[in-house]
């Protein structure tokens, strides 16, 4: 079971999910941050041994939140792909079939750091690259973290795979990945399968939810969110 809890921030009403998505009621629009599509397809490239699959694992995630919240409208807040050599022809296939599936939804991608090196994608492929500042209402869209821009109350973000180390009772449960807001910069951690994640130091009055992962009786994963407001 993955857990999803309402939150309000900035008077805006938002879902996140412990999937690492983060949904939009109003707007019918579902955010995900640092896709790294066909990461570990560059790695096998420069003959790194690691598994696939990756690529297709963070699809299904994506897709079964977007049928389950009926969303029209999908933002990548940044490096939707990990390097040029990620757009191979299993990686790109997935894509393309992954698209057709979904053609009720308007596909949007917010240029990262990564997504420059990438350049152009293939034309026939709908979707939208824009670059960081674009606003809905007055919600900024960006990959990396910064203050949010005049005439905006918030800005979301990625780029950073955030997570914050976290123990309780004697017991460490190492890093754990995790929403974060400070300052309304409200940074998304990465949904990529093959990514990594970066420690950060919440200050003051910031706020983070973080992912943790538990393993039932039967023998099933409950991915749940912890809320925790820094005093």
Request: charged residues 20%; negative net charge; contains cysteine.
């Given at each position: 079971?993955v857990?999803?809890?309402?939150?309000?921030?900035?008077g805006?009403?938002?879902?996140?999910?412990?999937?690492?998505?983060?949904?939009?009621p109003?707007?019918?629009?579902?955010?995900?941050?640092d896709?790294?599509?066909?990461?570990?397809?560059?790695?096998?490239?420069h003959?790194?041994?690691?598994?696939?699959?990756?690529?297709?694992?963070?699809?299904?995630?994506?897709?079964?939140?977007?049928?389950?919240?009926?969303?029209?409208?999908?933002?990548?807040?940044?490096?939707?792909?990990?390097?040029?050599?990620?757009?191979?022809?299993?990686?790109?296939?997935?894509?393309?079939?992954?698209?057709?599936?979904?053609?009720?939804v308007?596909?949007?991608?917010?240029?990262?750091n990564?997504?420059?090196?990438?350049?152009?994608?293939?034309?026939?492929?709908?979707?939208?690259?824009?670059?960081?500042?674009?606003?809905?209402?007055?919600?900024?869209?960006?990959?990396?973290?910064?203050?949010?821009?005049?005439?905006?109350?918030?800005?979301?973000?990625?780029h950073?795979?955030?997570?914050?180390?976290?123990?309780?009772?004697?017991?460490?449960?190492?890093?754990?990945?995790?929403?974060?807001l400070?300052?309304?910069?409200?940074?998304?951690?990465?949904?990529?399968?093959?990514?990594?994640?970066?420690?950060?130091?919440?200050?003051?009055?910031?706020?983070t939810?973080?992912i943790?992962?538990?393993?039932t009786?039967?023998?099933?994963?409950?991915t749940?969110?912890?809320?925790?407001?820094?005093?």
């Amino acid at each position: 079971m993955v857990q999803t809890m309402d939150v309000e921030i900035e008077g805006i009403e938002l879902q996140l999910q412990a999937d690492r998505t983060m949904f939009w009621p109003q707007q019918q629009t579902l955010f995900v941050a640092d896709t790294h599509f066909g990461k570990a397809a560059t790695f096998r490239r420069h003959g790194i041994p690691v598994p696939s699959g990756s690529t297709a694992g963070t699809l299904e995630k994506i897709e079964t939140r977007l049928r389950e919240t009926q969303a029209n409208q999908l933002i990548i807040l940044g490096d939707m792909f990990h390097a040029r050599s990620s757009l191979s022809p299993k990686v790109c296939g997935l894509l393309k079939s992954f698209f057709a599936r979904h053609e009720h939804v308007q596909f949007t991608l917010v240029r990262g750091n990564h997504d420059a090196q990438v350049g152009q994608l293939p034309s026939s492929w709908p979707i939208e690259v824009v670059e960081p500042g674009v606003q809905i209402e007055s919600v900024a869209l960006g990959h990396h973290p910064a203050p949010v821009p005049r005439g905006a109350s918030l800005l979301l973000c990625g780029h950073l795979h955030p997570a914050v180390r976290f123990a309780v009772g004697g017991e460490d449960f190492g890093k754990l990945p995790c929403f974060w807001l400070s300052n309304r910069c409200f940074v998304l951690p990465a949904i990529g399968e093959f990514t990594g994640t970066h420690p950060i130091r919440p200050q003051r009055d910031d706020q983070t939810w973080m992912i943790l992962d538990d393993a039932t009786p039967s023998g099933s994963t409950e991915t749940m969110l912890m809320h925790q407001r820094y005093r």
